[in-house]
């Protein structure tokens, strides 16, 4: 373990080195990379996620996700977790990266839930929104509907599948309510600011992770460092795979927005592109995953774990994209 540790500071090392060579060699490269993460970030995430962020904020500390308890009560018994655990999966699918996990954090912090079932609940609560999927993917990319439909229910399926293989695995175990109340926590006008602040320290955060990542997109690009890793792929895959698609699926995976806009636009079997697409939306990508690190920082909630699950999360999603496939189209 101590020697991978060393061997990934190595590689980080190495990576600022070519970072700061590459600000010097290339500058008008890296800043339209810095402009384009902006712009990415003004244009989809901002206007997405910023008022979700509030609101949630305000749910929490108004105590008014309380009001839910009731109808997410049966969901909470089918996944073995807490009133509190069904809430956090129920905002996870409806709000979007990474405001599952910022809602896992949020409810872990305030004692709401426990620190062992913050790390169950982090497996299969962080996913991408469904005005994402449907918005800026499924019509601005693909242009068509029903393909953000098709994304929309097999993402579900595979975060609900983990959900329930969580639950079995964990059936021994019952987690504790926390005290339900329903007045809010503080005064209003506190609990208003405190939500706006805590949105934009977070948006912020999330800013400069997409637009670092956009970076580093443009650095393999000058370096062709897809290029090379598809030559070593190449060698060991038996299956033949376009070198243009490898290219794009390894900037999805980087940086999922640019990865998919990369994938709407290839010439090939529209079957193929969508199973791919499938992956990297339920995967999220390391700039997702980046920002799930930051908010979750400061807690012990185990990250490797959460890694591990979003890319069987990614599988599961590709293998019910193919099976519904024939239902939509």
Known sequence: MRIIKYICYFIFYILCILFLYTLFAYPTDIFLATKTGLLLWYNNILPSLFAFIIIINIIIETNLVHLFSFVLKPLSRVLNVSIHGSICFALGLLTGYPLGAKTVYTMLSNGEITEDEANILITYSNNCGPMFIIGAI???MF????IGTLLIVSQMFAA?????????????KRYA???FGFLPKSNISVILNDSIMSAVETIINIGGVV????ILIKVFGIYHIQDILY??????CPVVIPATYFSNMIFGIIEITNGLYLLSIL?????????SASFLISFGGFCVHMQTHNIILHSNIKFGQYLKYKFVQGVLSVLFTFFLYHCFF
């Open 231 to 236: 030559l070593f792929v190449s060698k060991l």
């Open 267 to 275: 010439q090939m079997d529209l079957l193929y592109k969508i199973l």
């Open 160 to 172: 609900i599948s983990i959900a329930l293989y969580q639950s079995f695995q964990n059936r021994k």
């Open 143 to 146: 242009g068509d509907l029903k």
């Open 211 to 214: 637009v670092f990542f956009c």
């Open 177 to 179: 309510e926390s005290p």
């Open 138 to 140: 499924a019509i601005n």
